[in-house]
């Protein structure tokens, strides 16, 4: 099955109202190509997961300026001042949540579990409306599972198979958003043949990706 598919094809297959986790750290590791042509497309009311909203003029911040993301469910939004404002006119939903709370439960979606528990948050705003469990006298926030629509990661290298390497800081939140959703597309800053990526540098299996765009 060949994979490759072009940046017009890949963001067809997203749709107004979908949720769409995100890959990157401000902008680092993003699939910024991608993104270019979603805003160009215009897609609307979309739910994002992802790190940050990047800055205004990249990646996120983009479709976030754009007025294209009905909901943020992010870890901060400080970069990013049109965040704030469409946060505070109540133009965007925004979930913040902690870091680590955020990555695990985008990992228990994509290994089939129903949520993580953490102490982290308790006896604070964020675990308003939230299920608590007390486990051996000590309390914990259930923070259920996240999955999306579509995951758009980024890959180093990435072989014709959909094998994805990922260069120092760009691996961030790609390799469990890749698990985490329906439709995995990857843009890749190169493309090798098959057996040209040595398994030892394999970060996700090709099983995941159903798509490649060449940046």
């Known amino acids: 099955m060949n994979k ?19 890959g990157g750290f401000l902008a680092c590791g993003g699939p910024n190509k991608i993104i270019d ?16 909203t990047s800055f205004v003029d990249k990646g996120i911040g983009k479709l976030v300026v754009n007025g294209q993301v009905k909901k ?15 946060m505070n006119e109540g133009k965007m939903e925004v979930v913040l949540t902690p870091q680590g709370t ?3 439960q985008i990992r228990s979606g994509g290994s089939g579990l129903g949520g993580v528990l953490t102490p982290i948050g ?22 259920k599972a996240l999955k999306a629509d579509i995951a ?4 180093s290298k990435v072989d014709e198979k959909g094998n994805v390497f990922y260069n120092e800081a760009t691996r961030n939140f790609n390799p469990m958003m890749a698990m985490a959703a ?7 800053e190169e493309v090798v043949k098959t057996g040209e990526l040595d398994p030892h540098l ?14």
Do not use: C, W
């Open 4 to 22: 490759q598919i072009t940046i017009e094809e890949a963001v067809s297959q997203v749709k107004d109202g979908m949720t769409i986790m995100i």
């Open 102 to 104: 955020l990555a695990e």
């Open 152 to 155: 758009l990661i980024y890959g």
């Open 182 to 188: 329906s439709t995995v597309i990857v843009e890749a």
């Open 37 to 52: 042509a979603l805003v160009a497309k215009n897609v609307r009311d979309l739910t994002i997961i992802a790190n940050d």
């Open 202 to 215: 394999v970060m996700t299996p090709g099983l995941f990706v159903n798509y490649i765009v060449k940046a």
């Open 122 to 143: 308790v006896g604070t705003p964020i675990a308003e409306g939230k299920d608590h469990l007390i486990i051996d006298g000590k309390t914990y926030l259930l923070e």
């Open 72 to 86: 943020a469910i992010v870890t901060h939004i400080g970069t990013n001042k049109v965040s704030g404002q469409l």
